[in-house]
């Protein structure tokens, strides 16, 4: 029985509104709609072309649902990739059948917001709230400019007039002119449409290149121009955009932005506002506008004049512009997972629904996001998911709830919600089908091999992977086991030579003190590591089973027995004559190996792929989950693959995941075949595995120093481990003097790992 804790995020639906490129008025009618949605302001605005900005726009904003405004179909791949998440033109409202009511059917609207701020705040105030609503001088594209910036109902469909005067009534909003080409006077007083749709909003994240305060300079008539400034604004930043063509009646806004934006980060280093230039506006005139912000003394400020790329991951690179996650409450809940069954949980609600009766079923939708901890004794299943097609089916079929609502986002699970009265089931899914289904996304069939059920079984045999499987990280110990796999025995002094030896031969010296003086096998053990303890942590584990030789006095054969198998007497296995044991002579206890153990080889290898799971798991401490052996079969070409083990590694803080595929040996080369092999499944994978390679050599040989640097040539990316990774607890000596001493993920480990074994730099 072990306890998951569930926590919920509940927040707006995040819409993704999608446009023909330059189709101003498709972009005014989702601005409109996205005045009406609390949340709106941080919702894309996305031109379906170029393809690669359409595709890094729902990248980094991942939304929730797509609302089609191209008056045409999808793109097939979007279509397939968003079956269940694309909202029509026709479905932007409804009808009630019983009042015949026209409504908005997106999202939250903000009538309940409105109505919590009249009741909590307004209706009290005798004087003037900030709320105002602009109404533009009517010349060519400032309207358009105005319904952009600072929101509008006009393009809203029927329902325009009906928000204009709810947010004019609920917020005693007043009505503010602002002439063409001139900001709206006392902006920093005013509370307009957009900004009402954050209220009680909390962002999370999103910094990267792209500071948090942006002067947009841009051409106001250019729908390029008025997306692109949306969509940042929608990343959470603070954005306000200057007309080139009268960028100094602007002044008091680019003095909000650029002051506003510089302040100190935990006192080290100062952050300060960027000056962007948009698509439209020429370099000179750029230049120009920069060198009067300059001029104003508001002191240094970025300026960038390449459009900042969404969606864009690079190794290394934080990225040029990041989206903020939103956050409107929070809610922690506990669910006991017990014999495969977990205990229902209460969703938690938005603060704004109505207190006097609940809303009907489907007036409202908002999305709760879900992440959760625990289960760490449960290693068969996981509370964390890889955010990939195939896993989100598996994860559809662990939670209650049509597939539509639940998907998982880049930061856990979410569910669409739409009414008040709601419970969540869930079931524990399987970290095995869960890696399976990334195989299977990548066009392979999966099923165990027998080395890879005998390292499975060995695992459970011993308890836990990280806990009780460190003894085989002893040379020593792993040299008995391979002694005994042929059926012999040895005596206890024999394994003590065995295991403390420090002879070496071909492949290094068993017993190293620099390895092993820290190793912890069990508790309340002593330091340095004493082959008394490694004894009889081999006992407990019922690695070795010890007995007897005896020699029957009747057909004077001997044979070895366990203890299990004599009293007072035996039975002799050749004659089966029963014999009394003979007390009173010396005999010493003799020790077999037991179990799959007894299978040569270190159960074909298990061992040296125990090891490299054990190093995975040590890196990513409870995130980790893995498959051993697993023959593969590529569905398009029918080839045939082999790995020693597949290791998911979730991320900590997101939906973010690395997959390792591993081949371990214990002694020999790798193949050229190998490298091949290994290469082309890496290729089939969209998100690109690492491909770890372990040997229990203290060194790799030459020729596959060669072949692994090779692999990493062609851009694979490697993990090379040897005894010297393979046999410590930590890595922090062997990674002395490297630049990524206390590694952190698995890029960290490649690095290093390549850097000691293959080819060292010098």
């Known amino acids: 029985m072990e306890t998951i804790h569930i926590r919920q995020r509940v927040r707006p639906c995040r819409y993704a509104f ?10 005014l009618h989702a601005a409109s709609l996205n005045a009406a949605l609390w949340g709106g302001v941080f919702n894309p605005i996305v031109a379906l072309t170029p393809e690669r900005e359409c595709s890094g726009l729902l990248t980094a904003f991942d939304p929730d649902h797509l609302v089609n405004l191209t008056g045409g179909a999808l793109p097939s791949a979007m ?13 932007i409202m409804r009808t009630r059948s019983q009042t015949t009511v026209r409504e908005l059917a997106l999202g939250f609207n903000i009538i309940p917001l409105l109505r919590h701020v009249y009741e909590k705040e307004v209706r ?15 010349s060519p594209g400032w309207p358009e400019f105005s319904a952009i910036a600072y929101g509008s109902f006009k393009w809203l469909p029927d329902l325009g007039a009906e928000f204009a005067g709810r947010f004019r009534l609920g917020l005693r909003a007043k009505e503010v002119a602002v002439p063409n080409l001139s900001p709206p006077p006392d902006f920093d007083a005013l509370l307009l449409p957009l900004e009402f749709t954050a209220y009680g909003l909390r962002l999370l994240g999103g910094w990267a290149s792209l500071p948090s305060h942006v002067v947009y300079v841009g051409d106001h008539l250019s729908s390029t121009d008025l997306i692109e400034y949306w969509n940042i604004r929608a990343s959470g930043r603070r954005c306000v955009f200057i007309p080139a063509a009268a960028y100094r009646a602007f002044e008091p806004l680019v003095r909000r932005a650029v002051s506003a934006g510089r302040y100190s980060v935990d006192g080290r280093f100062e952050r300060q506002a960027a000056v962007q230039k948009s698509p439209s506006v020429d370099d000179s005139a750029f230049s120009e506008i920069v060198e009067w912000v300059s001029s104003l003394g508001l002191g240094p400020a970025h300026h960038h004049n390449a459009r900042p790329r969404f969606g864009l991951e690079l190794e290394g690179y934080v990225g040029d512009i990041r989206v903020a996650e939103l956050e409107g409450t929070t809610g922690e809940e506990m669910s006991i997972l017990d014999g495969g069954q977990m205990t229902p949980v209460k969703l938690t609600l938005p603060p704004y629904l109505p207190e006097e009766a609940p809303i009907d079923k489907g007036a409202l939708n908002w999305s709760v996001e879900l992440t959760m901890s625990g289960g760490s004794l449960n290693r068969d299943s996981m509370f964390s998911f890889p955010k990939e ?6 994860v559809r079929r662990s939670v209650t709830a049509m597939p539509g609502q639940v998907r998982i986002s880049n930061r856990g699970v979410v569910l669409h919600q739409d009414w008040s009265q709601s419970t969540l089931f869930l079931m524990p899914a399987s970290a095995k089908e869960i890696i399976h289904a990334l195989l299977r996304q990548a066009g392979l069939e999966a099923e165990p091999s027998n080395p890879g ?12 992977l990280h806990g009780d499987c460190r003894v085989f990280k002893i040379r020593g110990v792993r040299d008995v086991l391979d002694r005994l796999g042929n059926g012999s025995h040895l005596s206890r002094g024999n394994i003590h030579d065995l295991v403390m030896s420090e002879t070496p031969d071909e492949y290094g010296r068993n017993w190293r003190p620099d390895l092993y003086d820290d190793l912890y096998l069990r508790e309340g053990q002593h330091r340095p590591l004493s082959f008394t303890t490694i004894f009889d942590v081999l006992l407990e584990a019922r690695l070795l089973r010890p007995g007897f030789v005896f020699r029957c006095p009747t057909c004077f054969k001997d044979d070895w027995y366990h203890v299990s198998e004599f009293d007072e007497q035996y039975t002799c296995r050749f004659c089966f004559t029963p014999q009394r044991v003979d007390f009173g002579s010396k005999h010493e206890w003799l020790f077999k190996a037991d179990g799959l153990f007894r299978i040569p080889d270190s159960a074909l290898g298990s061992v040296a792929v125990i090891l490299s799971l054990w190093r995975l798991q040590h890196l990513t401490i409870f995130s980790g989950r893995y498959v051993t052996s697993r023959n593969l079969l590529a569905k398009d070409t029918g080839n ?12 900590d803080f997101d939906t973010s995941y690395d997959l390792v595929l591993g081949q371990a040996t214990r002694f020999g080369d790798f193949k050229d075949e190998d490298m091949r092999k290994m ?10 595995p690492y491909l770890a390679f372990s040997t229990l050599r203290d060194r790799f040989s030459n020729d596959d120093k060669k072949r692994l640097g090779d692999l990493v040539a062609r851009g694979f990316r490697v993990i090379a481990l040897t005894r010297e990774e393979l046999d410590p607890y930590d890595l922090h000596a062997r990674f002395a003097g490297l630049p990524r001493r206390y590694r952190a993920k698995m890029g960290d480990l490649a690095e290093n790992t390549d850097q000691l074994n293959i080819a060292p730099k010098s």
């Open 640 to 651: 045939r693959y082999e790995i020693d083990y597949a290791f998911l590694a979730m991320s």
């Open 389 to 394: 097609p195939a896993v989100e089916e598996i």
């Open 18 to 27: 999608l446009v023909a490129e330059g189709n101003l008025a498709a972009a």
């Open 453 to 464: 059920q005998y390292a499975e079984q060995i695992i459970r045999k011993m308890g836990t």
């Open 79 to 91: 279509a397939v990739r968003y079956e269940d998440r694309v909202v029509g033109p026709d479905e």
């Open 679 to 688: 290469a082309e499944l890496a290729s089939r994978f969209q998100r690109k």
């Open 124 to 138: 009290f105030l005798s004087e003037p709230t900030r709320a105002a609503q602009v109404l533009p001088e009517e």
